[in-house]
C-alpha cells in the first residue's frame, strides 16, 4: 500500500469535501495569504504601469535591437508557456496513463497551466511594434481580403496557443464544475451561493450526466494529450523555421517540450510545497507526490541535457560554420556565462534528485525547483538572444542589455502570476473534491 | 398540494443507490433518476442510459475543424488572395498542417463541451431538486434516487413504499 | 534626365509660393506672393523639378540638381555636367538639404544678441561708415569662398574704401598647396590632376577622396583606372598620417606620422625605388597633401615633371585675400573700426594662438553674417543670418575654375541676407542679390548657364610650366608624438554640426556616430597604456585638451588623429557638446599637424556610439577580393560555384526583374549612398543613445573589414543595402504579410500592415531591416518640409528597409507608360546608385539583355552574398581587385 493510500484511509465522503471546501468557505485569511496577495497586488500594479508606459512610448523602452530584436519579452513568453505545460501534461495524459495520484494536484497544477499560458499569451502582444494591431494575425473579414500569412510560424504560435488556452480553460473549468456546486450547496452566504451557483451551471450530479461529463472529459485529456506536445512544438518553430544558427534545429520540438515540462514541473513543486504547508494539506499532496514529480524533474532534466548536448554536436558534425562559431560563442562568448548558468541548472543541479533523501526533503526540492525554473528562463533567453547577437554578417554584430523595463516587466508577470494563483487558492478548491471523493470511494472498494 | 416532480431517496453509499437503481428499473419505473457526489460506474446505464452521444460529437467536430482549418488556409493563399512569400508556392501545404493540426483539437474540444452541456440541458440553474434540503448533500457525501412523476408507473403512495422498502436515509417530495 | 527648363519669373512664383506652403511661421518675403490657387505654369504637384545649382565645402563648388516637390527642396543629386560632381555628390552636398530646413538656423538680426531689425542695422553701418569715408579702419573678413561676385563685389569695395582691407580665413585652406605651387611656379598655383590616366598613384597623405575640392571629380577618374581592362588596372601607393579613404583601398598603404612621410620623401629607401619605377613605368603621378611642406610640395611637382604624369596646374578658386594674423594683430591694436565677418565661425575656428575672439572685443563694430547665432555671433556686436544657398543667387568655382550659377529654389525662409547683399548694404547701394550676380554674368547666355548648372568655358586656364628645383631640408629625426588634425569626414570643420544625418553618418574608418575620438594605433595605445573608451590627455606647450581614444589599425604608429568641427557650443541643439574641441591645440604654425604633444592617460571614460562593432570577417566570404595576378592567370576570381537547388518551382518574373550589382573595386566608402538614400527615402535620425543601443536607421550601410594575409592587411568596404532575395527569408515568417514580393521580384515591406513582430530582421541573414523601436520622425513642421512626398514617413513599430527605390520605379513607369514603352536601361537611377562618386552601383532590369546591371553580373568578380542560404539575392557583389606590386615584398 503507497502512502498515498494509506493517508487517504483516514478520510471519507463527508470529511474530504468538508476539509477541502473549507479551505476556500470557512478559513480565515491567514496573515501570510494576505502578505503575498497585498505584495503581488503592488507587483500586478507595476506590470500593468510597465505596460501603459511600453504602450505609450513603444518597445524602444527595452533592450531589443537589431540585431537582436526579440528579447524578453519573447524569452518570458517561451518560458511561461513552458511553466504552462505541467498542468495538461498532469491532468491529461496521468488521466489516459490511470495515475491515481495526480488527483490531489491536477486541478491547481491545471489553474496554474492556465494563469501561466494567460500570462504567456500576453507578451507576444507586448512584443509587437504595434499590439493594438494584434488581431490581424488571425482570420476574420476584412476590406482589404487579406488573410494571415499561413507559413508564418508566428500565426501557428497564434492558433497553438489559443487552442491551448482555450482547450486547458475548458479542461479545467470542467473539471471545477462539479465542486463549484459542492460550494454552491456548502455556501452559507447569499452571495457565495449565487456566484458560486452561477458558475456551477446549475450541475446535480445527475448520473447520465456524470456518464457525459467523463466521457468528455476523457476525450478532452486525449485531445490535451497532442496538444500539449504540440503547443512547445510550435513554439519551438518560431526558432526552429528560422534560418539562424542557434534557431535553426530539428532537435527543438521535443527538446522544447521536456524543457517546458521540466519548468512546469518545478513550477508545481514550487506552488504545492508551500501551499500544501499553509492549508494542511499533507494528506492529499503527500510525500509521495513530491518525489514522484521530482522523478519526472529528473527524467525532463535528461531530455533537456540530451538536447543541449546534440545542438553542439550537430554543429560540429555538420561542419557548418557558422553553426561551429554559434556554439563556440555559446560557450565562451559575451552571453557564455549564461550558458553554464543554465547547464548547472537544469543538468547539473537536478542529479541530486539520484538520492531518495533529496526526493523526500521539502526544502531540497523546493530550492531545486527555484533552480530549475531559473535555469529554464535563463535557456530561453540564451537560445532568443545569444542566437542571435553574433548571425551570419560580422558587421551587424551586437548586443542586448536589457533596460530597467525588461526587469519590471518580467517581476511583474511573476508577481502576477502568484496574485492570480492567491486568488484561486482563496476562492477556488485547489484540490478536486469530487475526484478526491471518487478516490476515496476505490479505497474503500479495494 | 402542489403537483409532484417525483419523489426521493437518500442513501450512505454509491452501492446503495446503484442497488436501488437498479431495483426501480426492475420493478418497472422507467424514469429513474440518480444523484451522486462523484460518477459512479454503471449508475447512468443502471438508470437506462442507452446511447452516449459525445464521442460522435468530438470526432464531427474534430473532422469540421481539420477540413475547415485546410480549406480555409488553402482557400486564402491560393484562391483568394495569392501572395509570393519568399519564392515559396500558393499552395505550401506542409506549411498549413499546423494550423489544420490546432483547429481539429479546437473544435473537438468545444464542440464536445457544448455537446455535453447541450446533451445534458445545462445550464439550468433552477432544477426542482433542489427544492429539497437534503439534496445538498448530493454534492458531498449523499446519494439520491428520484423516481419522476408523469409516468403511468408512478404513483405517489406505491413509489413512497417501493421506496421505503429500499431503506433510505430518508424519502422527499420533490415539488414540481 | 529631368527637364530644366526654367525662367525667372517662373522661380519667382515657384519660390513666394513655396514659402506661403511651407508656412514655416516666418514673415511673407519682400516680393509680391502669389498664392498657389493660381497654379504655376508646368507645375505639377507629385512631378518634383530640378534645378541647377552649386555649393563649395572644401574649397571648391560642387555641381547639383536641386529636387524640388511644390516649392519644397527635398533632395539634392549631382550634376552630371559639372566637372565638381560628375553627377555625383559629397555627403555634405547631401546634407545640405536638411541644413536649410533646420529649424534652429538663426531667424533675425541681433544686436548685442537682441533682436533687432535691419533698418537699426543699415542706420548703423551708415553712421559706421560715414565717419570712416576712405574706410580706414574697415575689414572685410570672408570664409573659403570661391564667388566670382564676390571677389567682384570686394573689389568695388577697395575701390569705394581705398583703405579697407579683405581678409580670408578658411580652416580647411590648403596652405602647403599653395606655398608650395608658388616654391614651384613663383605663383600660388595648384595641380590638377588626370587620375584615369595614371597607371600608378602615389598618394602622400593628399587625402584627395575626402578633403580635396576635386573630390568627386577625382573618386569617378580613380575608379576609371581600376577598370580591370586587358589584365591591367592602376595601382595605388598611399603613405598617410591619418587614415584616409585613399588609404583604406589603396593597393599598399603605409601608415607613418607626416614628418617621417616627407622625410622618406628626401631621403628615399629600397621601396621608394621600387614605387617610383612603377610610377615611371605606368605614366604615375604623385599627389601630395597638407601634413606636407611646401618644401615636399615642390618636390613633387618637380618628380610629377619628371614622370611625365598628366598634370596641369591652376590658380585656386577661393577669392585671394589677406590672410587671417594680420587683422588679428590690427583687431588687438585697436585698428580696426568695423568689421565685417562674411560668413565662416572664426571665433570658433581660427588658430588658437590667435585668440581671436579675445581680439573679437576690441572691435567696436562687428557684424557677423551666419546660418547660424554661433561661436562668433554671440560676440559679435551684429548677428546677421545668412541665406542658405538654396535661397539665393550667387556663384561658385569649381577647383578647375568651372563657374556655375548658385541659384535659389525658395525664397528665403526667414530675414535672411546673402553675402552679396551684405557687401551691397556695406556699399550702401543695397542691390538685391539676383541683381548683383546678373551683372557679374552679363556676357553669358543666363537661361542657359542656369539650365545647365554650368558657365560654359570658365573653367581656368591650366598652366604649363616647369617647377623650379627647390631644396628640401633633410628633416632632423624626431622623437616623440605628434598630433594630425583632420576635418571631420562628416562636419567638416564644424559647419555641419548642427545637421543631424552628418552626426549621424559613421565615419567610414571607425564607424563612430555622433563624435569625434583621438585615433590611434593598437600598438601606441599600447604604449599609453590606454584602451578605446579611455580618456586621453594631448597637451601641446600650454594647451590642453582631454579626448576619448579609439583605435584604428593600420593607424600610423607615434601619431594621434584628431578631427576638427566637434565640441560647438553655439551650434545649436544637435550640434551642442558633441565631441571635443580640436581647434584649441591648432595653431597658425602647425595647421595640419604638430610635433611634440604629450600625451597620459587621463581619468574618466567614455561610451562611443558605432555602428559596427566587430571589424574582422571571422573566415566568411562577405567582402571578397582578388588579386590582379591571380584574376589574370585563371580568368575568374572565385572557385566554388555554388550550387542551387530547391524543391519548389522558380516564381516567374515576366516584366521587370530589378537587380543590383555593387562593386566593392568601386567602392571607396565615402559613405554618400548612406546619405542620399536617407534623403531619398525620409529615413529618421535616431540620436546618440539609440545608436548605442544598436538601432539606427540607414537603409544602406557601409560595412568596413580588415583581413589579414601575408601580403598585408586589406581593409574592404562592403555597402550593404537589402539583398531582395527571391528566396526572402524575411518574407515567409511574416504573419501578416508586410513583407511580400511583387511581380518584378522586389520585397517589400508594407508599412501600414506591418504590426511590428521583428520576425523578418530576425530572419535576415544580412540584417538590412531597420525597425523603428520608438516614434523617431520628427513632428516638426520644418524637418516635414524636407520630407520626400513619394515616400511614406514610417511611424514607430513598423519595420522599414531598402525598397530599390521604388518610388524612382514607379516614376519611370509612369512615364514609359505615357510612350507606350518599357523602361529603358538607366531610366531608374536609385538615389545610392546616384549619389555614388565611383559608380559602384549598378541598378537595372535582368530581363533586358542589355542592361548595364546585366553586363555588371556577368562580370567574373560577380558573386551573390552568403549564396550558401540559397536565398537568391538580387543584388549581388563584384569583388574588389588588389594590385600589389610584386617588387614590393615586405
Request: net charge positive.
Given at each position: 500500500m503507497s502512502e498515498i493510500d494509506a493517508r487517504l484511509q483516514r478520510w471519507g465522503y463527508a470529511s474530504v469535501t468538508?476539509?477541502?471546501?473549507?479551505?476556500?468557505?470557512?478559513?480565515?485569511?491567514?496573515?501570510?495569504?494576505?502578505?503575498?496577495?497585498?505584495?503581488?497586488?503592488?507587483?500586478?500594479?507595476?506590470?500593468?504601469?510597465?505596460?501603459?508606459?511600453?504602450?505609450a512610448v513603444g518597445i524602444g523602452i527595452w533592450g531589443v535591437n537589431i540585431p537582436v530584436a526579440w528579447g524578453f519579452a519573447i524569452a518570458n513568453f517561451v518560458w511561461w508557456i513552458g511553466i504552462g505545460h505541467a498542468g495538461t501534461f498532469i491532468s491529461a495524459i496521468l488521466l489516459l496513463l490511470r495515475q491515481k495520484w495526480r488527483t490531489s494536484i491536477n486541478r491547481f497544477a491545471e489553474a496554474m497551466t492556465l494563469f501561466a499560458a494567460g500570462i504567456a499569451g500576453?507578451?507576444?502582444?507586448l512584443h509587437l511594434g504595434r499590439p493594438w494591431f494584434f488581431y490581424w494575425l488571425v482570420p476574420y473579414p476584412n476590406v482589404m481580403e487579406l488573410w494571415p500569412q499561413w507559413r508564418s510560424a508566428l500565426v501557428w504560435d497564434i492558433f497553438a496557443i489559443s487552442t491551448y488556452l482555450i482547450v486547458s480553460l475548458l479542461f479545467w473549468y470542467l473539471g471545477v464544475v462539479p465542486d463549484l456546486a459542492t460550494l454552491r450547496d456548502r455556501a452559507t452566504s447569499r452571495v457565495k451561493q449565487v456566484l458560486y451557483g452561477l458558475f456551477a451551471l446549475g450541475w446535480r450530479g445527475e448520473a447520465r450526466h456524470w456518464a457525459r461529463f467523463e466521457t468528455v472529459y476523457l476525450l478532452l485529456a486525449g485531445l490535451a494529450t497532442p496538444l500539449v506536445v504540440s503547443v512547445h512544438s510550435v513554439v519551438s518553430l518560431d526558432f526552429a523555421i528560422g534560418i539562424v544558427p542557434g534557431y535553426h534545429s530539428t532537435v527543438f520540438p521535443p527538446y522544447f517540450v521536456a524543457g517546458a515540462l521540466f519548468s512546469g514541473f518545478a513550477m508545481v513543486l514550487t506552488l504545492a510545497i508551500p501551499m500544501r504547508h499553509f492549508f494542511r494539506l499533507e494528506d492529499f499532496i503527500t510525500g509521495r507526490h513530491l518525489e514522484l514529480a521530482a522523478k519526472v524533474l529528473l527524467a525532463c532534466g535528461w531530455i533537456v541535457a540530451y538536447g543541449y548536448f546534440i545542438e553542439t554536436f550537430t554543429a560540429f558534425y555538420?561542419?557548418?560554420?557558422?553553426?561551429?562559431?554559434?556554439?563556440?560563442?555559446?560557450?565562451?562568448?559575451?552571453?557564455?556565462?549564461?550558458?553554464?548558468?543554465?547547464?548547472?541548472?537544469?543538468?547539473?543541479?537536478?542529479?541530486?534528485?539520484?538520492?531518495?533523501?533529496?526526493?523526500?526533503?521539502v526544502w531540497t526540492l523546493f530550492v531545486l525547483s527555484l533552480v530549475v525554473q531559473l535555469g529554464m528562463w535563463s535557456e530561453r533567453v540564451m537560445i532568443v538572444v545569444q542566437s542571435m547577437h553574433r548571425d551570419f554578417m560580422p558587421s551587424a554584430w551586437g548586443l542586448f542589455i536589457p533596460t530597467v523595463w525588461d526587469w519590471i516587466i518580467l517581476g511583474g508577470s511573476i508577481a502576477f502570476f502568484f496574485f492570480l494563483f492567491l486568488a484561486f487558492l482563496r476562492f477556488l478548491p485547489a484540490i478536486s473534491i469530487y475526484e478526491m471523493r471518487k478516490l476515496v470511494h476505490e479505497e474503500e472498494a479495494q | 398540494m402542489s403537483p409532484l416532480y417525483g419523489l426521493m431517496a437518500e442513501f450512505a453509499t454509491p452501492e446503495k443507490l446503484k442497488a436501488a437503481v437498479e431495483k426501480a428499473r426492475a420493478a418497472g419505473y422507467r424514469r429513474v433518476e440518480a444523484y451522486s457526489p462523484f460518477p459512479v460506474e454503471g449508475l447512468a446505464e443502471a438508470t437506462g442510459m442507452k446511447k452516449n452521444w459525445v464521442p460522435v460529437i468530438v470526432l464531427a467536430g474534430g473532422l469540421a475543424g481539420g477540413i475547415g482549418g485546410f480549406f480555409m488556409q488553402w482557400y486564402s493563399a491560393v484562391i483568394s488572395y495569392p501572395i509570393n512569400s519568399g519564392g515559396k508556392p500558393p499552395n505550401s501545404w506542409p506549411e498549413f498542417i499546423p494550423v489544420t493540426f490546432e483547429l481539429t483539437v479546437l473544435v473537438a474540444a468545444i464542440a464536445g463541451v457544448v455537446g455535453m452541456l447541450v446533451l445534458n440541458g445545462l445550464p439550468k440553474l433552477y432544477h426542482p431538486v433542489f427544492n429539497v434540503r437534503a439534496f445538498d448533500l448530493a454534492t458531498r457525501n449523499r446519494f439520491f434516487l428520484c423516481l419522476r412523476s408523469g409516468e403511468p408507473k408512478f404513483a405517489e403512495d406505491s413509489a413512497r413504499d417501493f421506496l421505503r422498502e429500499l431503506q433510505p436515509l430518508g424519502i422527499w417530495n420533490v415539488p414540481a | 534626365m529631368p527637364s530644366l527648363k526654367f525662367t525667372r519669373r517662373e522661380f519667382l512664383k515657384l519660390g513666394a509660393a513655396s514659402a506661403a506652403l511651407a508656412g514655416a511661421g516666418c514673415a511673407p518675403p519682400a516680393e509680391r506672393i502669389v498664392p498657389y490657387a493660381n497654379q504655376p505654369e508646368n507645375a505639377l504637384p507629385g512631378v518634383p523639378r530640378f534645378y541647377a545649382s552649386a555649393a563649395s565645402f572644401v574649397g571648391g563648388a560642387e555641381g547639383m540638381l536641386i529636387e524640388?516637390?511644390?516649392?519644397?527642396?527635398?533632395?539634392?543629386?549631382?550634376?552630371?555636367?559639372?566637372?565638381?560632381?560628375?553627377?555625383?555628390?559629397?555627403?555634405?552636398?547631401?546634407?545640405?538639404?536638411?541644413?536649410?530646413?533646420?529649424?534652429?538656423?538663426s531667424k533675425a538680426p541681433r544686436r548685442g544678441g537682441q533682436p533687432a531689425t535691419r533698418d537699426a542695422l543699415a542706420r548703423e553701418l551708415n553712421d559706421a561708415l560715414g565717419s570712416l569715408r576712405a574706410g580706414e579702419g574697415v575689414r572685410v573678413l570672408i570664409d573659403g569662398s570661391t564667388s566670382p561676385t564676390l571677389a567682384r563685389q570686394l573689389e568695388l569695395l577697395g575701390k569705394r574704401f581705398p583703405a579697407a582691407r579683405v581678409h580670408r580665413w578658411d580652416p580647411l585652406e590648403p596652405v602647403a598647396r599653395r606655398e608650395g605651387g608658388r616654391l614651384a611656379f613663383g605663383r600660388p598655383l595648384e595641380p590638377l590632376v588626370r587620375l584615369e590616366e595614371a597607371g600608378a598613384i602615389l598618394d602622400l597623405d593628399s587625402r584627395f577622396l575626402e578633403d580635396h575640392p576635386f573630390r568627386l571629380n577625382y573618386a569617378r577618374q580613380y575608379a576609371r583606372g581600376r577598370e580591370v581592362r586587358g589584365g591591367r588596372m592602376s595601382r595605388l601607393y598611399v603613405f598617410e598620417s591619418a587614415p584616409s579613404l585613399a588609404g583604406a583601398v589603396a593597393d599598399h598603404r603605409y601608415a607613418m606620422p607626416a614628418h617621417d612621410i616627407e622625410s622618406w620623401l628626401v631621403e628615399g629607401d629600397r621601396r621608394q625605388k621600387a614605387i617610383l619605377e612603377d610610377l615611371k613605368k605606368n605614366r604615375g603621378v604623385i599627389l601630395a597633401g597638407e601634413s606636407l611642406s611646401p618644401q615636399a610640395h615642390a618636390r613633387v611637382h618637380r618628380l610629377n615633371g619628371e614622370l611625365g604624369a598628366s598634370v596641369s596646374y591652376v590658380p585656386p578658386a577661393q577669392i585671394d585675400a589677406l590672410p587671417l594674423p594680420p587683422l588679428v594683430e590690427d583687431m588687438r591694436a585697436g585698428r580696426v573700426k568695423l568689421l565685417l565677418i562674411l560668413e565662416g565661425n572664426p571665433a570658433y575656428d581660427a588658430p588658437a594662438d590667435l585668440a581671436f575672439a579675445e581680439a573679437l572685443a576690441a572691435v567696436p563694430l562687428s557684424v557677423h553674417l551666419s546660418l547660424y547665432f554661433d561661436e562668433t555671433s554671440a560676440r559679435s556686436t551684429w548677428h546677421v543670418p545668412a541665406t542658405h544657398f538654396m535661397e539665393h543667387w550667387s556663384d561658385a568655382r569649381a577647383f578647375d575654375g568651372t563657374a556655375a550659377i548658385v541659384q535659389p529654389v525658395i525664397a528665403p525662409l526667414y530675414d535672411g541676407v546673402s553675402p552679396h547683399e551684405m557687401v551691397s548694404l556695406v556699399l550702401q547701394e543695397s542691390r538685391r542679390g539676383y541683381d548683383i550676380v546678373r551683372e557679374t554674368w552679363r556676357d553669358i547666355d543666363w537661361p542657359a548657364a542656369l539650365r545647365s548648372g554650368v558657365v560654359p568655358e570658365s573653367a581656368s586656364r591650366t598652366v604649363k610650366v616647369a617647377p623650379r628645383s627647390v631644396d628640401m631640408p633633410r628633416a632632423a629625426p624626431r622623437e616623440g608624438w605628434s598630433v594630425r588634425f583632420v576635418p571631420d569626414q562628416s562636419v567638416l570643420d564644424g559647419r555641419f554640426a548642427n545637421n543631424a544625418w552628418l552626426q549621424e553618418l559613421p565615419r567610414s574608418e571607425s564607424k563612430i556616430t555622433w563624435d569625434n575620438a583621438a585615433l590611434l594605433s593598437p600598438a601606441s595605445a599600447k604604449t599609453l597604456g590606454v584602451a578605446v573608451d579611455d580618456m586621453l590627455e594631448i597637451s601641446l606647450g600650454e594647451r590642453r585638451l582631454l579626448a576619448p581614444v579609439w583605435l584604428v589599425p593600420g593607424h600610423a604608429d607615434g601619431t594621434v588623429t584628431l578631427a576638427l568641427g566637434y565640441g560647438r557650443?553655439?551650434?545649436?541643439?544637435?550640434?551642442?557638446?558633441?565631441?571635443?574641441?580640436?581647434?584649441?591645440?591648432?595653431?597658425?604654425?602647425?595647421?595640419?599637424?604638430?610635433?611634440?604633444?604629450s600625451l597620459r592617460k587621463a581619468p574618466g571614460h567614455h561610451g562611443f556610439a558605432t555602428t559596427q562593432n566587430h571589424a574582422r570577417m571571422e573566415g566568411r566570404d562577405l567582402a571578397r577580393h582578388v588579386r590582379l595576378e591571380e584574376l589574370v592567370k585563371k580568368g575568374k576570381a572565385w572557385d566554388e560555384e555554388t550550387p542551387r537547388h530547391s524543391l519548389y518551382k522558380e516564381w516567374p518574373y515576366e516584366g521587370y526583374r530589378w537587380a543590383m550589382v555593387v562593386s566593392l573595386n568601386n567602392c571607396v566608402g565615402c559613405n554618400a549612398c548612406t546619405i542620399a538614400c536617407q534623403a531619398e527615402n525620409n529615413i529618421p535620425v535616431v540620436g546618440r543613445e539609440e545608436v548605442i543601443a544598436g538601432r539606427e536607421m540607414h537603409w544602406i550601410r557601409v560595412d568596413r573589414y580588415y583581413q589579414q594575409h601575408d601580403y598585408g592587411e586589406v581593409t574592404l568596404f562592403q555597402p550593404v543595402p537589402c539583398m531582395h532575395c527571391e528566396n526572402a527569408p524575411c518574407e515567409y515568417v511574416c504573419p501578416v504579410e508586410a513583407a511580400v514580393h511583387d511581380s518584378e521580384g522586389l520585397n517589400l515591406q508594407v508599412y501600414n500592415r506591418c504590426v511590428g513582430t521583428r520576425f523578418c530582421s530576425q530572419n535576415c541573414p544580412y540584417k538590412v531591416r531597420r525597425f523603428n523601436f520608438l516614434q523617431y520622425s520628427s513632428h516638426d513642421?520644418?524637418?516635414?518640409?524636407?520630407?520626400?512626398?513619394?515616400?511614406?514617413?514610417?511611424r514607430r513599430g513598423v519595420m522599414e528597409k531598402c525598397t530599390y527605390c521604388v518610388q524612382r520605379i514607379q516614376r519611370a513607369r509612369i512615364e514609359a507608360e505615357k510612350a507606350n514603352r518599357r523602361i529603358a536601361d538607366g531610366e531608374v537611377i536609385t538615389a545610392c546608385q546616384a549619389a555614388c562618386p565611383?559608380?559602384?552601383?549598378?541598378?537595372?532590369?535582368?530581363?533586358?539583355?542589355?542592361?548595364?546591371?546585366?553586363?555588371?553580373?556577368?562580370?567574373?568578380?560577380?558573386?551573390?552574398?552568403?549564396?550558401?542560404?540559397?536565398?537568391?539575392?538580387?543584388?549581388?557583389?563584384?569583388?574588389?581587385?588588389?594590385?600589389?606590386?610584386?617588387d614590393l615584398h615586405e
Open positions: 468538508d476539509k477541502i471546501s473549507d479551505v476556500v468557505l470557512r478559513r480565515p485569511t491567514h496573515w501570510i495569504w494576505a502578505g503575498g496577495f497585498v505584495v503581488t497586488a503592488l507587483g500586478s500594479a507595476l506590470l500593468f504601469a510597465g505596460i501603459g508606459y511600453l504602450f500576453l507578451f507576444p502582444i555538420g561542419a557548418d560554420r557558422f553553426e561551429i562559431a554559434m556554439v563556440k560563442d555559446r560557450f565562451f562568448g559575451f552571453y557564455g556565462p549564461l550558458y553554464w548558468l543554465v547547464l548547472f541548472c537544469n543538468v547539473v543541479a537536478p542529479q541530486i534528485l539520484w538520492w531518495r533523501a533529496a526526493r523526500r526533503s | - | 524640388a516637390n511644390t516649392g519644397r527642396p527635398t533632395k539634392v543629386e549631382g550634376n552630371p555636367a559639372h566637372p565638381g560632381s560628375l553627377g555625383a555628390t559629397s555627403v555634405q552636398g547631401q546634407a545640405a538639404v536638411l541644413q536649410l530646413w533646420d529649424p534652429e538656423r557650443t553655439h551650434a545649436g541643439s544637435v550640434g551642442n557638446g558633441v565631441g571635443f574641441n580640436a581647434f584649441l591645440l591648432r595653431t597658425s604654425t602647425s595647421l595640419w599637424k604638430a610635433h611634440g604633444v513642421e520644418n524637418l516635414k518640409a524636407q520630407k520626400n512626398p513619394e515616400v511614406t514617413v514610417r565611383t559608380g559602384a552601383i549598378v541598378f537595372g532590369d535582368l530581363n533586358d539583355p542589355g542592361s548595364a546591371v546585366n553586363r555588371a553580373k556577368r562580370s567574373p568578380l560577380e558573386y551573390d552574398l552568403l549564396a550558401e542560404l540559397n536565398t537568391r539575392p538580387r543584388t549581388s557583389y563584384e569583388g574588389r581587385v588588389l594590385n600589389r606590386n610584386p
